[in-house]
């Protein structure tokens, strides 16, 4: 067996950067032994941005924003605004519901 070849039936992936084998774990911040570039830079963004929406508080309603510096009137409209979104998705909510008592 040559020195450099890894272990029977371990692991080896391609580096994207460098185009050397290497070792591969299967873990998303695994490193190039000869670049130390990450091995799926691309995994590891998917990562973060899905840890990103899942951190992200809120519900999953999007409502217009009402901001305390608004003018009164400018206020009284994003209410009102607001209310119709709420009505609008009272009446899907309902919708849902009553096809899915009918359909059993």
Known sequence: MHP????????????PHCGQWTS??????????????????HRVANDQARQALN????????LIDINPDDP???????YVIRGGQLFFAAIVA???????VLAG
């Open 55 to 62: 951190d992200k508080s809120g519900p999953n309603l999007v």
């Open 94 to 100: 309902f919708v849902v519901w009553v096809v899915t």
């Open 72 to 78: 009164l009137p400018l206020k009284l409209a994003k």
């Open 4 to 15: 450099d070849s890894p272990a029977p039936l371990a692991s080896t992936k391609k580096c």
């Open 24 to 41: 591969w774990q299967q873990h998303p911040d695994d490193r190039c032994e000869h670049c130390q570039q990450t091995l799926e830079p």
